[in-house]
């Protein structure tokens, strides 16, 4: 049979047809890990905190698999990620018990920074960052 590598992307793909995936593909793998996962199993009575962990989560994996931040990943794009091992690490790895193990993508403790970091930033709360927002960051450093 196909290598698990080449069996992934039809997978993460709403359409079996497609040549490409797009973020909200990501979207139910994504709400899996957050049902699933014994580390974010405190998540669930949150409102806002599981669809922005997912949120990041898929931010985090597209910034890896579409360089020219297309909006889109084809099939090779997927393959030669670090997707299917992170997954493999946190189904029955080094982070199946503790998500903050798998860094790349999955990482709690790195949302969280992310988060904070991003709230910060927005200070109007408007859930998006101006360019005045981002002069912020880093001690005006952008």
């Not at 709230?119 to 880093?138: I, P, V």
């Amino acid at each position: 049979g196909l290598p698990a590598e080449a069996r992934l992307f039809p997978c993460l793909s709403s359409d079996p047809t497609a040549s490409r995936i797009v973020p909200d593909d990501l979207a139910p793998l994504l709400e899996q890990v957050l049902l699933h996962h014994p580390g974010l199993g405190f998540l669930c009575g949150s409102d806002d905190f599981p669809s922005r962990y997912a949120q990041t989560a898929i931010a985090r994996v597209f910034y890896e698999i579409d360089p020219l931040r297309s909006g889109s990943a084809n099939a090779r794009a997927v393959r030669s990620s670090a997707l299917l091992h992170a997954l493999r690490a946190i189904d029955d790895g080094d982070a199946a018990a503790d998500i903050n193990a798998e860094r790349r993508y999955f990482s709690y403790e790195h949302f969280y920074v992310i988060y904070c970091t991003f709230c910060k930033l927005d200070e109007d709360n408007d859930a998006l960052l101006s360019a005045q927002d981002l002069q912020r960051y880093g001690d005006f450093g952008i």
